[in-house]
């Protein structure tokens, strides 16, 4: 590198000069704690030593367009309308499990209140936001655009599935297991008509393997033909998201008269609103039908019986975001990640 006069040196000269990414010369300049001691030295040294001025900030300190601040922004891209719940309770559980990660590692965070419905809206939210990192709850709309950005390397990791051509970074968990787990083990307590409940995303059938609750629904089946038990369309139940779908597929089983002794519910909530359905139509839980449910919320364990579930571990999915997040915000790349699921055995299911 020459040093000709006047010459103004940048945070790419210096990285050159160092072997380093451009986005860790700024971390060590700006005093980051996730860069070492050693790294912050060398890149301080030799910054002072090719005389570079770092930018002044504008009178909020906030620098120009192309140096981003480091906060992480978590986007939850579901339309909540005025006064709505800002998530479900998994979600609020994940949020924790992602603040305890970025607290952890002295960084802030903010939640958006823009809520993006389409690869379009999407579009314009990443381009014109101050970010530097994402991180996104769901993914099925949005998967052609985050494929995009993906192939960009844009800091930005999803909570969701993996399937065949993603270029994105996800992380979630094995949703197939969980529901193969779950009714495997209704199926070996002696059940034989294991009712599936869960709501399914208003998409485009081509998009349906990238849904949680499809996966789960895979697992499901599963495990009735590796058990020899005949698959039944009539007691799968898949509405779209309501508060009241548990209830709701209860009632719609019980006012035609369709057998069921279990079910397989897609997530906890759906599985109390079912729990309290069967009380108001005088079946016994677990005599009469078994009850599982899936994430293992707080609640979870406070319903009466106790609901069996499948536990997603929040405080280990929060972690693994945000290390990947900021592993990319640092210039790395990340790839997706699945963690495994738990089941929990209350007294919902008898066993």
């Known amino acids: 590198m020459e040093d000709g006069p006047g010459r103004k ?55 120009g ?31 924790g499990g992602i603040g305890a990660a970025l607290r952890e590692r002295r960084r802030d965070f903010s939640i958006s209140w823009q809520t993006p419905h389409d690869d379009r809206t999407l579009s314009e939210f990443i381009d014109t936001s101050h970010y530097r990192g994402f991180i996104f709850f769901g993914q099925s709309q949005f998967h052609d ?38 009714t495997r083990h209704l199926i070996r307590t002696g059940r034989k008509r294991i009712a599936f409940f869960g709501s399914m995303p208003p998409i485009a059938e081509a998009r349906t393997a990238l849904s949680q609750i499809a996966q789960r629904l895979e697992g499901y089946k599963a495990a009735l033909t590796a058990e020899g038990i005949p698959f039944d369309p009539a007691i799968v139940q898949t509405p779209f998201s309501s508060r009241y779908e548990g209830a709701d597929a209860v009632d719609n089983l019980v006012e035609r008269g369709v057998a069921f002794d279990s079910i397989v519910a897609a997530s906890d909530i759906v ?79 008898g066993a």
């Not at 979630?172 to 969980?178: A, F, I, L, S």
């Not at 005088?282 to 364990?301: F, K, N, Q, T, W």
């Not at 280990?316 to 929990?344: F, Q, W, Y």
């Open 9 to 63: 040196f940048t945070l790419r000269h210096i990285a050159e000069e160092l072997g380093l990414s451009t986005a860790t010369v700024s971390r060590a300049i700006a005093g980051n704690t996730a860069i070492s001691e050693q790294t912050r030295e060398l890149v301080v040294e030799t910054a002072a030593r090719l005389g570079y001025s770092a930018p002044k900030r504008g009178p909020k300190g906030k620098s």
């Open 65 to 95: 367009k192309g140096n981003l601040p480091e906060q992480v922004c978590v986007v939850l891209p579901v339309a909540t309308g005025h006064g709505g719940q800002l998530g479900n309770p998994f979600e609020l559980s994940l949020l």
């Open 145 to 182: 655009a985050l494929n995009r950005f993906g192939a960009a390397n844009r800091p930005i990791v999803v909570w969701g599935v993996e399937t065949e051509g993603q270029r994105y970074c996800s992380v979630g968990t094995d949703n197939y297991d969980g529901g193969f787990r779950a």
């Open 271 to 349: 599985a109390l609103g079912a729990l309290q359905a069967l009380k108001r139509h005088g079946l016994r839980v677990p005599e009469d039908v078994a009850l599982i449910g899936y994430d293992d919320i707080d609640v979870a364990s406070f319903s009466s019986p106790q609901l069996s579930t499948v536990r997603q571990d929040v405080i280990k999915a929060g972690n693994m975001l945000v290390s990947k997040v900021l592993r990319m915000m640092d210039g790395h790349r990340a790839v997706s990640e699945r963690l495994p699921t738990e089941l929990i055995i209350r007294g919902s299911c």
